[in-house]
């Protein structure tokens, strides 16, 4: 009785010792971080064919077939409704108390948060999930925040899936003028006349480009504000980003030391997105933040300029950055090996694919995983969440993860299960 | 001595006594004999920025009217409704802080206006890392300022790992009588998923989601213990040894028994339902010395209301939650201190929007039986142009670390301040005298 856990444990990690020993282990690791839970076929087959071929495989989504996701997707109804049919069919406020369950809003998260799930745990593009995650969460907007219940599902499959292998300028420009993102930092609303709102672009130099050690100054954050002035929505026939010049300041402005010349209207905020998508600054903290993620809690300088450098001399080619991050040798350090915590989300994905599940339940599991903390889509601040294991790891949160492995195993009917999912070593990646 | 090995060989020995041992515990753990009632301070973190000039309104300040010409909240007057209500004829509450005006006039609750950080940033989450570590420009400290006090008010913890501080709790339980004034595993408590990084370090410190589910399901305790025992002094083998601890105390002290006093409601979501159960945990005195409570919403760039609106909204849930809690704990306030935080300000003059934007000085409200209340204390810099920080925003007259220290050391009886405070000089003179 004692030895069956452990067994399983070290199925589940796929760390037999043996004659391949260090492949396996490199192996491993890449599984760990690169997709959403190690399964032991999935080692053999990328032992076979090698840690390149597999990762360029994953690098082009496009070329794997992935049939079974997109079929079972089509059960979530919502995920294919416009921005404004969303809105007149999931009213809120005054009309929605007229209406059934059945239009609840909240059905819409259900929906989405079951979809990220099921393609987490069962899409053969694994790569291309786990970089729509942390691109979704670097370019954070916040489901619950007014319409954005609306618009969340349509920017995740706008404004991030279709760049996470394409050129940062593009994700930068297509999340700046995204009705979600618009709405979300108040952009839509910043008026040269009335005055400016600095939201936008106080996140969009500190959070999405720069980082908060850019350089930049208070200065420059107004700047940059008076440049997206008249950024904003559109609500008739359809809901999209519009430049309204009546609402921005024509005026000429200096960013960074770049002059931008009076009355060039919306090539102001795209000249900003350039100079920004472009500096070493970002280049710097994307690095960063991706080996924060993927690799260390710690990043190491020559990593971070190792990816950095990729970054600036492809000018953002995101699919270039990730086969840097994934390839590098500093990558596969021994110390970096099966020492950070998984997610909360990650640790739910995870239960699922190596246990080969069906997403039943999706509620029970939508409350697992808020009060773990990371509910997907309903971050509120633009930080977006921690990628950090000691963010993750609290004296409460232990109870939480061994009571999710319990209540996951029980609807298996499999006792040990919940011993293999509570153990210390399955919320490790 | 393994810890566990010694707790259980303890038990064995009360037990050949002939002395139950949940009885010991609980008398241990529950009611000191002859010990003082523990201090504990509620710490209200208001994330996102609150809006501090209208939380706190400078309606005596003449350009305050004429910074926020839609978002203005009216100075006091004897009949009409929605406007501020008078604390000192210079500043007045939000109306919807109604709950805190008693408190105001019973001198049980002080502001400090014109309160923050010495360091410029206006970023959310460099700000709150530096209230939180309480070393304003200073990034790479890891551990928060409340773990720090409850290193410095604990000697036998101190400087020890989080396992080691266990063993600690052993000793408590084990019979050091003098020492069991409370468990260890609940000195420091957030309520809420995460552990604040004000809470973070060597000291043993616990986040509660919900007090109700605080266990492991299913009565599969023992089996999760002895696995995570084996990773004793890892991350993980700490923190689930930290949460069998408190379970095990919170088993024999029940907290869910106590109920909120007659006629005490608190505003219905996240943010009542935490401070009542910190309410729940300090009637069961099972020690807490700190505890932490989050409240959100308050980043206020669009539409904020005056009077009424979005920001009236979130203090009328503030303001109700704190009463109630005030109501809840009764005659324990003689020994609970309540201190609201946010990490900076916002801009003296409305945005476009009709919102602020990011700025600089805040005001914090402290309450409790012990308070030098029915006071706005600290300087007031004035909001004339020539007057504000970097030309637009509050500027601080006192280092939030002044409160912070005055606090740690009158309140929960920190004597190393510059541990507590590290690169800062804590100076008494500078206090604003909140606590007698």
Known sequence: MKIRPIVLLLLLAAAPAGAQQASVTHVTHLLARATYGVRPADVAVVQRSGIAPWLEEQLHPERIADDVVTTRLRQFTTLDLSIPELAERFPTGKQARDTSMAANPRRILIELVAAKLLRASQSNRQLEEVMTDFWFNHFNVFWAKGPLRYMVADYEQRAIRPYVFGSFYDMLKATAQHPAMLVYLDNATSNARRGINENYARELLELHTLGVDGGYTQKDVQEVARAFTGWTVQRRDGVRFVFAPRLHDDGAKVVLGHALPAGRGRADGEAVLRILARHPATAHHIARQLIERFVTDEPPADYINEIADVFLKTDGDLRAVTRALFTSPRFYNAPYINTKVKTPFELVASALRVTDSDLRAPGTLLQTLRSLGELPYTEQAPTGFPASSADWVNSGAMLARINFGIAFAQRSGDRQLSMTLGAPAFQMK | ?436
């Open chain 2, 1 to 436: 001595m393994n810890r566990r090995a010694f707790v259980r060989s303890g038990a064995l020995a009360l037990l050949a006594l002939g002395t139950p041992p949940e009885f010991l515990t609980r008398s241990l753990l529950a009611n000191p004999q002859g010990a003082a009632r523990k201090k504990t301070l509620i710490c209200i973190f208001q994330r996102g920025a609150v809006d501090g000039l209208n939380m706190v309104v400078p309606f005596g300040d003449a350009a305050y009217y004429e910074k926020r010409r839609s978002i203005a909240v009216a100075a006091p007057t004897r009949s009409a409704a929605g406007a501020a209500l008078d604390l000192n004829g210079f500043f007045g509450l939000h109306p919807e802080l109604q709950p805190l005006h008693d408190l105001f006039r019973r001198n049980e609750l002080a502001v400090i206006h014109a309160v923050g950080s010495p360091h410029p940033t206006r970023s959310h989450f460099e700000a709150q890392d530096f209230m939180e570590s309480a070393t304003p420009g200073e990034k790479t400290t890891r551990d928060g300022w409340l773990n720090r006090v409850l290193g410095d008010t604990c000697a036998q913890c101190s400087g020890r790992s989080l396992a080691d501080g266990s063993a600690h709790a052993a000793d408590h339980l084990a019979g050091q009588v003098a020492m069991a004034s409370g468990a260890l595993a609940l000195r420091g408590i957030a309520m809420g998923a995460e552990l604040p990084h004000a809470l973070r370090g060597r000291q043993p410190a616990l986040a509660i989601s919900d007090l109700a589910q605080f266990g492991v399901a299913g009565g599969r305790q023992a089996d999760f213990q002895k696995l995570y025992d084996r990773e004793a002094g890892t991350v993980l083998g700490s923190a689930a040894d930290g949460a069998f601890e408190a379970m095990r105390i919170l088993k024999s002290a029940n907290p869910l028994q106590y109920r909120p006093a007659s006629g005490v409601q608190y505003p219905a979501g996240q943010f009542g339902r935490a401070l009542s159960q910190v309410a729940q945990l300090i009637k069961s005195g099972v020690g807490v010395e700190i505890a932490f409570v989050d409240i959100d919403g308050w980043d206020t760039h669009q539409a904020q209301g005056g009077a009424q609106g979005r920001l009236a909204a979130r203090l009328r849930e503030l303001g109700r939650g704190m009463r109630a809690l005030y109501d809840d704990l009764g005659d324990h306030m003689a020994d609970v201190v309540v201190l609201t935080m946010s990490e900076f300000g916002r801009t003296v003059a409305e945005n476009g929007s009709g919102g602020t934007d990011h700025g600089h000085a805040n005001c914090m409200f402290v309450a409790g039986g012990g308070v030098q209340g029915g006071k706005v204390l600290g300087e007031w810099p004035g909001l004339a142009a020539e007057q504000l920080y970097e030309g637009r925003d509050l500027a601080v007259t006192t280092d939030f670390r002044d409160v912070f220290a005055e606090i740690a050391a009158r309140q929960l009886g920190a004597r190393n301040l510059e541990k507590v405070f590290p690169g800062f000089a804590a100076d008494r003179a500078r206090w604003r005298g909140v606590l007698a």
